[in-house]
């Protein structure tokens, strides 16, 4: 494989560099920000809706698909994130910057060299730049036959909802002026479809360049609510103190339920950061048992959410809250239950408690 991603990224990123290995957070916990309750409950279930239908008007977005084609394609749909990121940032005052890291692959699912794009939204931080936070989709989709590049392939969940939740994140967090003091990064990944292909190489590159990541958000599949509950934490290929930090943070801010499930297997672009030692998590839209079973076929439209995007919301106010969270402040490092739902939250309490987060009276 001859990567030529991250050369643009590690430019922005290397004067500030500081050499530290990723996921060295130190042991400062965050404190609440003034905006935050405000920029939790700003997310427009509207924009999440429009962009869902925009990314499955292109047919199919397969990584072997059309990359010319204005009107179909992986090609044009990853042009379009770009020029959704682009016009997001264009108002705030040259505080966004978008690049488009690439490499070519030949290998297993890609007979023949093939070049895998990602889009990539970076805003600086004010004062702690060496620290960054990634928050993270894919932007490709598939039918059965994973090696079918022509048949549509909507993918409305999956995942048109995670980058329509993930765009929102950056469309709120920039409409309300939010400059965070640690860099915030939005990467919208290619091939994940075809073995994770696009974050394994923005995370091995970050790892060889020392870019100090100190946690990543995975939003894959985000609309489709197959369960009793509105967010599951995938427990496997994640951290399980990041992972008690944002069911406090549901609980504070998102106002939804949850639970702690596991996929099993590598099942998303999340497994690349942790194999590479940063904190990862992945809320999910349901149980793995009980996922959507229209994904990865000509059916994922978004009727399977009753056509709207209600249950996106509820992600797109967790990332909202994740990101001026840990843009501020480090996750809170102790020790947590790994299974016990009930201790679980009340650890997670009680850490927030202790960093200031939250009131001494639980609500």
């Known amino acids: 494989m001859r990567i030529a991603c991250c050369g643009m990224l590690a430019l922005i990123f290397a004067s500030t560099m ?13 404190s609440e920000q003034p905006m935050l309750r405000e920029i939790a409950a700003a997310p427009d279930a509207a924009q999440l809706q429009a962009t869902v239908q925009a990314l499955v008007g292109f047919g ?20 379009w994130v770009q020029a959704r990121f682009e016009a997001i940032g264009r108002d705030c005052g040259g505080c966004l910057t978008v690049v488009t890291p690439s490499q070519t692959f ?3 699912r890609a007979p023949k060299p093939a070049e895998f794009v990602d889009v990539v939204a970076i805003q600086r931080g004010t004062t702690d730049p060496e620290r960054v936070i990634i928050l993270t989709g894919h932007i490709d989709s598939r039918v059965t036959d994973i090696m079918n590049a022509t048949s549509d392939a909507p993918g409305a969940d999956d995942d048109a909802s995670g980058i329509a939740t993930l765009t929102e ?46 946690g990543a958000l995975q939003l894959d599949m985000t609309n489709y609510q197959g369960s009793d509950k509105d967010i599951w934490l995938m427990k496997d290929f994640t951290d399980a ?30 497994a690349s ?38 249950h996106a ?11 001026i969270e840990l ?37």
């Open 18 to 30: 500081s050499g530290a290995a990723p996921g060295a957070n130190g042991t400062v916990g965050p």
């Open 60 to 79: 199919t977005r397969h990584s072997l698909s059309d990359t010319r084609s204005p009107k179909r394609g992986i090609g044009a749909a990853r042009r």
């Open 106 to 108: 030949t290998g297993e």
């Open 169 to 214: 994140v950056l469309r709120v967090l920039l409409a309300k002026d939010f400059r965070p003091a640690r860099t915030l990064v939005f990467m919208a990944y290619a091939a994940e479809e075809i073995g994770l292909r696009g974050s394994q190489a923005i995370a091995k590159d970050y790892t060889k360049r020392g870019i100090n990541v100190i």
């Open 241 to 270: 103190k990041q992972n008690a930090f944002v069911t406090a943070l549901i609980d504070r801010y998102v106002g939804a339920t949850w639970g702690l499930d596991a996929c099993g297997y590598a099942c998303s672009d999340h």
């Open 273 to 310: 950061w942790y194999r590479a030692g940063v904190p990862a998590s992945m809320p999910f839209e349901s149980r793995m048992k009980q996922y959507n079973r229209s994904i990865h076929t000509n059916a994922d439209t978004l009727e399977r959410s009753n056509n709207n995007a209600d």
């Open 313 to 323: 919301i509820k992600f797109a106010r967790l990332g909202a809250a994740y990101a």
């Open 327 to 363: 843009a501020k402040g480090d996750v809170p490092r102790a020790p947590v239950p790994a299974d016990d739902s009930s201790k679980w939250k009340l650890s997670a309490l009680a850490l927030l408690a202790l960093a200031g987060l939250i009131s001494r009276r639980m609500v």
